[in-house]
């Protein structure tokens, strides 16, 4: 059974950086393209950026260029989201997700509560 | 950035009645060169994970129960359930993946009468 496993609960200053991680069990990490999205309270979903197989390079969205990095560990089989400079604005659930434009492994991990408060 | 619309954002349901949700992009999502709608539905419930639902339109996703079906092409898409049970309820949002930013719907809150 394939399942994206994400870390804990954070709170943050404003201004720090936070960084996210998710871990793939049952799969591999390579064979999967990774995408994150956020969800803040009360608002829709907002993709933040993903692997693009097709040409092989990660995608940001361009709203949060600059301020995010995603990585991947394959030998811990791990991928992260490191998002800095953050701002109350940035206090959401954030998800790890696979199976974008794809027909198959179409996962989300167990979301992530990040607090942005002073 | 290509902004999706829903319709209705509320729906209350009866359970064994049909039901149906509307999602409308601002630019077609259908990619001429392999003929696939880039528009996926989610299904998210209270304290859950999004679950997809329905992928590239009208594929429906392994372990959906086929009372679930998508349709439509281009700009104009439906989700429906021909039969609502008491499972179903939660919010419903369509996403499209044809060009980034991938953008969302606003959701589409359904619950049981």
Redesign the interface.
Known sequence: QVQLVQSGADVKQPGASVKVSCRVSGHILLELSI?WVRQAPGK????MGGFDPDHGET?Y???FQGRVTLTEDTSTETAYMELGSLTHDDTAVY?C?T??????D?Y????TVITVSS | DIVMTQSPLSLPVTPGEPASISCRSSQTLLRDSNGYN?L?WYLQRPGQ????LI??GS?R??GVPDRFSGSGSGTDFTLKISSVEAEDVGVY?C?Q?LQ????????TRVDIK
């Open positions: 995408h829709g979903f907002e993709w995608l969205a361009e709203r998800y997700a199976g974008f434009r794809a027909s198959t179409h989300w991990g167990q979301g | 880039y996926d994970s999004p679950q997809l992928y590239l594929h996703a392994s949002f996403m993946t980034t930013p991938f953008t969302f719907g606003p959701g």
